[in-house]
């Protein structure tokens, strides 16, 4: 999996992980030249650390839940504070086997792009183990950062 769009250009990235654990830094991180646009990554698996590294409110996550737009919006905004960056993904979820509910089942995934000006945020539901599921938001989040800076470019310009 490659990121076109920072190959091409001088934008940088970072990620904010907590269902991820890692995957998605791993994922860029393992490609060539890689350096030139990814700045690093923040594991923040626990919630005391999405609040005192990224800066998420503790009100929003007492309010939303930890697996919710809100919480990985503020994830992603406070990692492109935290690491300089252009852009910044981050990702909470349930990967499973246990710790689904009714409203937040197991494969329940957040995920949300932050850049200049801007942070759009996405509720998406896998299927399959813990292994499968952390795999498909690995390749999700690249779609939706390719998407998202392909729209977005233009104001970092």
């Known amino acids: 999996m490659q990121l076109?769009?920072?190959?091409?250009?001088?934008?940088?990235?970072?990620?904010?992980?907590?269902?991820?654990?890692?995957a998605i830094a791993k994922a860029i991180s393992s490609v060539p030249g890689s350096?030139?646009?990814?700045?690093g990554a923040i594991v923040a698996y626990a919630e005391d650390v999405k609040?005192?590294?990224?800066?998420?409110?503790?009100q929003t996550i007492a309010d939303k839940g930890v697996?919710?737009?809100?919480?990985?919006?503020q994830m992603a905004q406070g990692c492109r504070?935290?690491?300089?960056?252009?852009?910044?993904?981050?990702?909470?979820?349930?990967a499973g086997p246990d710790g689904g509910t009714v409203e937040v089942p197991v494969g329940t995934v957040c995920?949300?792009?932050a850049g200049p000006g801007f942070c759009e945020s996405w509720t998406v539901?896998?299927?399959?183990d813990r292994k499968t599921i952390v795999e498909a938001v690995v390749r999700k989040t690249f779609d939706y950062?390719?998407?998202?800076?392909?729209?977005?470019?233009?104001?970092?310009?």
């Not at 609040?51 to 503790?58: A, K, N």
């Not at 697996?67 to 919006?73: D, I, K, Q, R």
């Not at 950062?145 to 310009?157: C, D, L, M, N, Q």
Request: net charge negative; glycine share 10%.
């Open 111 to 113: 995920i949300s792009v």
């Open 4 to 22: 076109t769009s920072f190959i091409q250009t001088s934008l940088t990235i970072g990620t904010a992980e907590s269902l991820t654990g890692g």
């Open 35 to 39: 350096s030139r646009y990814f700045r």
């Open 67 to 73: 697996v919710s737009e809100e919480v990985v919006a």
């Open 51 to 58: 609040v005192s590294v990224l800066g998420v409110s503790e």
């Open 125 to 128: 539901s896998f299927k399959g």
């Open 145 to 157: 950062i390719e998407e998202t800076v392909k729209r977005h470019v233009v104001s970092v310009g």
């Open 81 to 94: 504070k935290v690491l300089n960056v252009d852009f910044a993904i981050a990702t909470s979820g349930i």
